[in-house]
């Protein structure tokens, strides 16, 4: 592949391929020597510009084409973190953080909808102590002692009712094709 891509930067195909081959590379590249995701993905984003408008400047008899891209991405970097140092009121205009950059995973809200239904359905194939059990100790996150006396069963009894209801659970769902 890098052979098409030694032929210049002169066409789009050869740009992408050149994307392909380099791009995740660089990102990793920029990533590191500026600590902000977004910037750089403007910043690799740039440095294929860049050398899509100086292919005529790319020389396979002085350096690779990784090397010449690198080059580009490190003058790149350091623009963008000169222009940084001259407005640094624009960092205070990024979006939000996703749950993704605080940590969690966003998760499609019809997965969990339908996650939610399975659930539901299995319980129902499972035994009314026992699901009586999980409902009001996991899924309501009550205290063991608070739900056994409100059922009127000791605390050991309740913790069988919920380790064999889960174990049925499982069961349960298996059969359905679902995976806990």
């Given at each position: 592949m890098?052979?098409v891509?030694?032929?210049?930067?002169?066409?789009?195909?050869?740009?992408?391929?050149?994307?392909?081959?380099h791009?995740?590379?660089l990102?990793?590249?920029?990533?590191?020597?500026?600590?902000?995701?977004?910037?750089?993905?403007?910043?690799?984003?740039e440095?294929?510009?860049?050398a899509?408008?100086?292919?005529?400047?790319?020389?396979p008899a002085?350096?690779s084409?990784?090397?010449?891209?690198?080059?580009?991405?490190r003058n790149a970097?350091?623009?963008?973190?000169?222009?940084?140092?001259?407005?640094?009121?624009q960092?205070?205009?990024?979006?939000?953080?996703?749950?993704?950059?605080v940590?969690?995973?966003a998760e499609?809200?019809?997965e969990?909808l339908?996650?939610?239904?399975?659930?539901?359905?299995?319980?129902?194939?499972?035994?009314?102590?026992?699901?009586?059990a999980i409902?009001?100790?996991?899924?309501?996150?009550?205290?063991?002692?608070?739900?056994?006396?409100?059922?009127?069963?000791?605390?050991?009894?309740?913790r069988?009712?919920?380790?064999?209801?889960?174990?049925?659970?499982r069961?349960?769902?298996?059969?359905?094709g679902?995976?806990?």
């Amino acid at each position: 592949m890098d052979e098409v891509v030694v032929a210049g930067l002169g066409s789009e195909d050869e740009v992408y391929a050149a994307y392909l081959l380099h791009g995740p590379e660089l990102y990793r590249f920029v990533l590191r020597g500026l600590g902000d995701a977004g910037a750089a993905q403007d910043v690799t984003q740039e440095t294929f510009l860049r050398a899509w408008r100086a292919a005529d400047r790319f020389d396979p008899a002085l350096a690779s084409l990784r090397v010449w891209l690198f080059a580009i991405a490190r003058n790149a970097m350091i623009d963008h973190a000169r222009a940084a140092r001259v407005r640094p009121w624009q960092r205070n205009l990024m979006d939000p953080p996703t749950a993704e950059a605080v940590g969690r995973s966003a998760e499609d809200p019809t997965e969990q909808l339908l996650l939610s239904w399975v659930v539901e359905e299995a319980l129902q194939r499972i035994s009314e102590e026992h699901r009586t059990a999980i409902v009001h100790t996991h899924l309501r996150e009550r205290p063991y002692a608070e739900v056994a006396a409100e059922l009127g069963v000791p605390v050991g009894t309740l913790r069988s009712r919920v380790f064999y209801g889960l174990k049925a659970l499982r069961v349960a769902m298996d059969e359905m094709g679902v995976s806990p």
